[in-house]
């Protein structure tokens, strides 16, 4: 009896304990989420607000008023934003669909092919990871400059722009890269054999297999590819600063720096263009959200 006493008490111990413990865990991940979540409200806060409510001397934390949208029709109207959201649609959507379709062909060859020098190349390919963007902006600026007769320049790549300021500047240096290839092909890595074997006795070659076989089965690693893709491709700054410089060209993160004078800056107007601007990239992850976790889990550390 008294034993069977003591077993129920030391249950009732452990409940309380865990008990306890999700109560601390929800408590830090609640106050982890609201730090993370201010700056999103400041933005949205600071959309509503007139100049006056956010200047230091009358500072206001809530506007006077949420109806007030004039900031959004200001913003609107004190640039081409109808310009810069086709070029950044442009340029994000054929470089997401030419990188879904490069990085998964690449993976999909150095998972399922058999190929002299195949583990070098990759590890080739992974030093890419490991190098900055920014570090290598001058050789791509060389690079689009000299193309030979484009952009006024004659056979040796001289004498013209070559590729800057077109839309092949901002799209072709992003078809395919490191990361992506990495993903897909710890993907396709984790497919049974017998997926090969069985397309070899219908008769397939390598990309028959690869478009009828291993596509078909990509939609988790493709929907991930697709919002890492999108995020990184449309919120880019650096590359089209340094790529463009015609106002035809400009993408809708260029486009956010006319609020920023030399004296002042309209952070109302700004506010407002930014969350303008990020609404595409929110239905894009509303879209693929439910492959999103699955998808980077599927990927990542296997053999």
């Given at each position: 009896m008294e034993g069977a006493m003591r077993m129920t008490l030391v249950k009732m111990g452990?409940?309380?304990?865990?008990?306890?413990?999700?109560?601390?865990?929800?408590?830090?991940?609640?106050?982890?989420?609201l730090i993370t979540l201010i700056p999103v409200i400041f933005t949205i806060l600071t959309a509503f607000k007139s100049d006056p409510e956010i200047s230091m001397a009358s500072f206001r934390w809530l506007p006077s008023s949420?109806?007030?949208?004039?900031?959004?029709?200001?913003?609107?109207?004190?640039?081409?934003?109808?310009?810069?959201?086709?070029?950044?649609?442009?340029?994000?959507?054929?470089?997401?669909?030419?990188s879904l379709l490069f990085n998964s062909m690449a993976g999909y060859a150095f998972a399922r092919l058999k190929f002299k020098g195949r583990e070098i190349l990759f590890m080739i390919i992974l030093l890419g990871m490991m190098v900055s963007p920014q570090s290598?902006?001058?050789?791509?600026?060389?690079?689009?400059?000299?193309?030979?007769l484009a952009g006024g320049n004659n056979i040796l790549g001289q004498g013209g722009t070559g590729l800057?300021?077109?839309?092949?500047?901002?799209?072709v240096p992003f078809l395919a890269g490191a990361f992506g290839i990495f993903l897909c092909r710890q993907?396709?890595?984790?497919?049974?054999?017998?997926?090969?074997?069985?397309?070899?006795?219908?008769?397939?070659?390598?990309?028959?297999?690869?478009?009828?076989?291993?596509?078909p089965l990509s939609k988790t690693i493709l929907a991930t590819l697709t919002i890492?893709?999108?995020?990184?491709?449309?919120?880019?700054?650096?590359?089209?600063?340094?790529?463009?410089?015609?106002?035809?060209?400009?993408?809708?993160?260029?486009?956010?720096?006319?609020f920023r004078g030399s004296s002042m800056t309209h952070?109302?107007?700004?506010?407002?263009?930014?969350?303008?601007?990020?609404?595409?990239?929110?239905?894009v992850y509303a879209c693929a959200q439910k492959y999103f976790v699955q998808g980077i889990v599927s990927s990542g550390m296997k053999n």
């Open positions: 452990k409940k309380k304990k865990s008990l306890t413990g999700k109560i601390i865990s929800y408590f830090i991940l609640s106050i982890w989420v949420f109806t007030y949208i004039e900031n959004f029709r200001q913003a609107f109207l004190m640039g081409d934003w109808l310009l810069y959201f086709r070029n950044s649609l442009l340029i994000t959507v054929i470089t997401v669909a030419g290598i902006i001058i050789p791509q600026f060389v690079m689009m400059r000299s193309v030979p800057l300021d077109t839309y092949v500047a901002l799209i993907f396709y890595s984790s497919f049974p054999e017998s997926l090969d074997d069985a397309a070899r006795i219908d008769g397939c070659g390598a990309i028959r297999t690869y478009f009828y076989v291993f596509l890492l893709k999108s995020v990184a491709t449309w919120n880019d700054f650096f590359y089209p600063l340094i790529m463009t410089q015609s106002e035809k060209m400009k993408t809708v993160q260029l486009g956010l720096q006319m952070y109302n107007y700004l506010m407002a263009a930014t969350l303008i601007t990020v609404i595409p990239m929110v239905i």
